[in-house]
Nanobody
């Protein structure tokens, strides 16, 4: 059974940065495309970023382009989301996701595994 465990969330002021981590266990992370989603209070979960199995391709939702960077270290079975220039509207629970293809992550359909989420709060 694959498990995803997120960490790195917290409270930050607007304009600040956070780096989220997602530790993968149960199977090599290189077996999966990985991604990040978020869910703000009262809103549906939404896709944020995706990265291919070998890290060669990265995709971002328009609202985080040039501010967030997704990366992975398959030797460490970990995926990261570097978030810079954070704004109050970025406040949400951030979830890590694994799937057998990058496009599955991007579309958010048939995700194989989800983490439990980590809360990011950005104060104004």
């Amino acid at each position: 059974q694959v498990q995803l465990v997120e960490s790195g969330g917290g409270l930050v002021q607007a304009g600040g940065s956070l780096r989220l981590s997602c530790a993968v266990s149960g199977r090599a992370s290189s077996s999966y495309a990985m991604g990040w989603f978020r869910q703000a209070p009262g809103r549906a979960r939404e896709y944020v970023a995706a990265i291919s199995m070998n890290g060669g391709n990265r995709y971002y939702q328009d609202f985080v382009k040039d501010r967030f960077t997704i990366s992975r270290d398959n030797a460490m079975n970990t995926v990261y989301l570097q978030m810079d220039s954070l704004q109050p509207e970025d406040t949400a629970i951030y979830f890590c996701a694994a799937a057998l293809s990058t496009m599955t992550i991007v579309t958010g359909r048939s995700i194989d595994y989800w983490g439990q989420g980590t809360l990011v709060t950005v104060s104004s």
